[in-house]
Structure formats: C-alpha cells, structure tokens
C-alpha cells in the first residue's frame, strides 16, 4: 500500500522559512517522480513543484522561483520542500503526490497518490 505522510508545516511571518517533509513507502519510488501542490481555501489545488527521484530534475511554479526548493533523499524515502522568503499568499494546505506514468506534470490528474496535506500559515 502505498503511503506519503507529510510534516513540517506551520505558522511563519512574512519572510520566514519552513522545511516540509515527505515520507514516502510502499512503492518503487526511485521510479517515480514527486510533486507538491497547495491549496488554499476556496481556490483550486495548484502545482508547485516537480522532482525526479534522481533529484536531476526539477520544475518550479513561477510564483516560487528563486524562493522554494525541492529535494530528495533516497536512503530515506523522502521528498522536501524547502521554503523560504515566505509571503502570506503562500498560505495554503501543501501537499506531496507520487507522479503517474502519463499526464501533466503541473496537474493533479498527472498524480495517482496524495499525503493527507499539511497546513502552511504566513502572516502578514
């Protein structure tokens, strides 16, 4: 059964940073690329970031460019996403999905498994 349970999410000021966690198990993943997307409230769930599980490959959103960082750790099965110079549009639930094999890789529809989220808060 395949499961990614994410953490590291919080309430940050404008400028902060934040690390948050992926923990991936019961899939092949070195043969799966990772996404994150958020969601904040009465908006739909946008892309943010792509990874390879090689880490060789990454795609950003524009808005997080510069700013956001994501990473893998393949000993640990774990995918991050390292955010800093935070602004409180950032405020969003995040979540880590596992790539399909076909698909957008900025849409949702490209991704077949989602953590459970983790609330994100930046104020002002």
């Known amino acids: 059964q395949v499961q990614l349970v994410e953490s590291g999410g919080g309430l940050v000021q404008t400028g902060g940073s934040l690390r948050l966690s992926c923990a991936a198990s019961?899939?092949?993943?070195?043969?799966?690329?990772m996404g994150w997307f958020r969601q904040a409230p009465g908006k739909e769930r946008e892309f943010v970031a792509h990874i390879s599980w090689s880490g060789g490959v990454t795609y950003y959103t524009d808005s997080v460019k510069g700013r956001f960082t994501t990473s893998t750790d393949n000993a640990k099965n774990t995918v991050y996403l390292q955010m800093n110079s935070l602004k409180p549009e950032d405020t969003a639930v995040y979540y880590c999905a596992s790539r399909r094999t076909y698909g957008s890789i900025r849409s949702p529809d490209g991704y077949d498994y989602w953590g459970q989220g983790t609330q994100v808060t930046v104020s002002s």
């Open positions: 019961g899939r092949t993943f070195s043969s799966y690329a």
